[in-house]
């Protein structure tokens, strides 16, 4: 599935980016190619070890804020630290964007309202 | 150059299929030709974005006629000195990487144009790896402020590029890291909270590009920021701190000068949540390594070469900084700041002699949400004799 504004997954994720990167106004398809060096805030120059460290500290941080903020549980057989490492995972790659985020936090989380 | 040699074979491999299966018995060629690289062209050149369909047009005319031997030598090594510069965009080689391996990208696989004082552009491949052997304990008790995780970690990372002397960020880390880790624990929210802003989201997200702003929208993400802002009245700050030990290796791309590496560090990453303290007014998200390593070089290491071989301890630094500057044409702009330091504790006279106890690079960048970025690096790391500046400049954009 693509990039949707009717998938609750996708809309909880980019909400929640948008209010902490303070894009306020952003729209959801042109926040959809956003870069992961800017949502996970790397700094150019910095050792590529450091790089992973914030990506898996900004999948930890999307985790605790999806269970705690928006109320997501885990999907049947999808424990915590699998839904960490599968967005560290995606966020390790520079050439990745939030669009591509989207599917994997959806397979991982059953959001609010959400249908099955 | 090999890969300007694949190149030429991929441009040449497309231009003559077309060529054998639809002008074979053409006459006259040349007019067949130009109609065919006007009519095919367009879809063998959308497979090599972002390279622009003008260049490429280009490209393949000219490559039609060095393969009906129509160019002269002059003008065939224009068309390679073209060639050569087209497939060093960076651009490019990470399109063209995406797309053949689907997107999943092994090893964080990037190239990048670096540009050294000392000598030309210098195409490099970057990469980095790292794989957890330990599962953090399940979340903590609602009361807990803190989440605390243990890890055992592989990873390497480095910066390759076709002629190592060229190589900019000649500095290749392997290791392995044991490690435990504090990380903030945000309050979980009652359940009304988490279901009105799961729809306040999903509402605001109905205002898309190219639909009207309609004012339940407006209120929708409205209601949901305020939702997201009232966190900030109990939680400043998303704090990540670690400490832990590594093992591994340091080398630079020819393996002719490793150092084996034991080190105790502390990291700490700091991100301000919401506006409701000093830093997060001000956007500050900084992080910060320390660390006292214990290295063992080989032979062929420059301290080595000056004559000193012995073990010995050092301190290594890292001190990042990312700060949102503003809006410019409705992008925003990010000013990054990197500094990374080394220092030989105690160093033997033979060491600061040559200069060699201490390295610092030191790294600016303007960078925006979608890739551009100019960095500018000044100084140099461990397994580098002389200090260099390099201005890197590229779009990191991806199809």
Redesign the interface.
């Known amino acids: 599935m693509s990039w949707s504004?009717n998938n609750?997954a996708?809309?909880?994720l980019?909400?929640?980016e948008k209010?902490h990167?303070?894009?306020?106004?952003t729209?959801?398809?042109?926040a959809g190619?956003?870069?992961t060096?800017?949502l996970i805030?790397?700094?150019?120059?910095?050792?590529?070890?450091?790089?992973?460290?914030?990506a898996n500290?900004h999948a930890?941080?999307l985790d605790?804020?999806f269970?705690?903020?928006?109320?997501a549980e885990y999907e049947a057989g999808i424990t915590?630290?699998d839904a960490?490492?599968r967005m560290a995972d995606v966020l390790?790659?520079?050439?990745?964007?939030l669009k591509?985020l989207g599917d994997p936090v959806d397979e991982m989380y059953k959001?609010?309202?959400e249908v099955s | 150059m090999r890969i300007t040699r694949y190149f030429l074979y991929f441009i040449s491999l497309n231009a003559f299929s077309i060529f054998l299966t639809q002008v074979c018995y053409a006459d006259p060629v040349d007019e067949l030709l130009q109609k065919l690289i006007k009519e095919q062209g367009t879809k063998v050149c959308e497979k090599l974005q972002p390279l622009s369909e003008q260049n490429c047009q280009d490209l393949l005319a000219g490559s039609f006629s060095a393969l009906r031997g129509k160019l002269s030598d002059e003008q065939l090594a224009v068309l390679k000195e073209k060639i050569k510069k087209e497939i060093s965009s960076p651009e490019l080689l990470n399109s063209i990487l995406i797309k053949s391996l689907n997107g999943d990208v092994p090893l964080a696989l990037e190239f990048k144009s670096l540009d050294s004082e000392s000598g030309t552009p210098v195409l490099g491949l970057t990469y980095s790896y790292t794989h957890n052997f330990l599962t953090p304990p399940p979340r903590p008790d609602k009361d807990d402020k803190w989440h605390r995780t243990y890890s055992m970690a592989f990873s390497a990372a480095g910066t390759l590029t076709q002629d190592a002397d060229d190589n900019p960020d000649n500095f290749l880390d392997t290791k392995l890291t044991l490690s435990q880790t504090y990380t903030t624990r945000i309050p979980e929210q009652s359940k009304e909270f988490q279901q009105k802003l799961t729809q306040f989201a999903f509402e605001d997200a109905q205002c898309d590009e190219g639909q009207p702003q309609t004012p339940s929208c407006l209120q929708a993400r409205n209601s949901g920021l305020a939702l997201l802002d009232s966190t900030s009245e109990y939680l400043r700050a998303f704090q990540r701190y670690e400490y832990g030990i590594d093992v591994g290796y340091e080398s630079n791309q020819n393996f002719d000068g490793k150092l084996r590496k034991l080190s105790i560090y502390t990291r700490a990453h700091y991100e301000e949540w919401g506006s409701n303290s000093l830093i997060g007014q001000l956007k500050l998200n900084p992080s910060l390594r320390l660390g006292i390593d214990n290295i063992s070089p080989d032979s062929d290491t420059h301290r080595a070469t000056a004559g000193d071989d012995s073990d010995y301890y050092r301190l290594s630094g890292m001190a990042s900084l990312w700060v949102p500057v503003g809006n410019f044409n409705n992008t925003p702009v990010v000013l990054t700041f990197n500094y990374r330091y080394y220092h030989e504790i105690d160093a033997s006279d033979v060491v600061k002699n040559a200069n060699l106890e201490s390295y610092s690079l030191r790294t600016y960048s303007l960078a925006g949400p979608n890739g551009l970025f100019v960095t500018y690096s000044s100084g140099r790391l461990p397994t580098e004799l002389v200090n260099d500046e390099v201005v890197a400049v590229g779009w990191k954009t991806y199809f």
Do not use: C, M, Y
């Open positions: 504004n609750r996708h809309t909880s980019w909400f929640f209010w990167l303070d894009q306020r106004n729209l959801f398809t042109p190619e956003w870069g060096d800017f805030k790397s700094s150019a120059g910095e050792p590529a070890q450091e790089r992973d460290q914030k500290d930890v941080l605790n804020a269970t705690s903020l928006f109320g915590q630290t960490i490492d390790k790659n520079i050439g990745n964007k591509d959001f609010i309202g």
